[in-house]
Nanobody, 122 residues
Framework: QVQLVESGGGLVQPGGSLRLSCAAS????????MGWYRQAPGKQRELVAT???????NYADSVKGRFTISRDNAKNTVYLQMNSLKPEDTAVYYC????????????????WGQGTQVTVSS
């Protein structure tokens, strides 16, 4: 009923920047927390950053100071600005919504996007 679509991934050289977007669609009235996770080949999925409906943010230590998460509640969209990218940032990045209040005033939980590839290489 709720769909998440990521975009903005690609190939960049070390030190470069990318901006990821994730748009939620469906019968959405409001969204609680949103976040970005990533998974490299052979590795477990890990948290990158989260942001609450009130704008409070949380970052993994490995990206703190380089990445910035933000959201536009009117567009039901979350962004991840990635600067000073390193080869270690190479992964598939996934958008997550922890809880949605639908237009039927019903809560739905734990939606994931399909993922977008980020590759950092010279």
């Amino acid at each position: 009923q709720v769909q998440l679509v990521e975009s903005g991934g690609g190939l960049v050289q070390p030190g470069g920047s990318l901006r990821l977007s994730c748009a939620a669609s469906g019968r959405i009235f409001s969204i609680n927390a949103m976040g970005w996770y990533r998974q490299a080949p052979g590795k477990q999925r890990e948290l990158v950053a989260t942001i609450t409906s009130g704008g409070r943010t949380n970052y993994a230590d490995s990206v703190k100071g380089r990445f910035t998460i933000s959201r536009d509640n009117a567009k039901n969209t979350v962004y991840l600005q990635m600067n000073s990218l390193k080869p270690e940032d190479t992964a598939v990045y996934y958008c997550n919504v922890d809880r949605v209040l639908t237009t039927s005033r019903r809560y739905e939980y734990d939606y994931w996007g399909q993922g977008t590839q980020v590759t950092v290489s010279s």
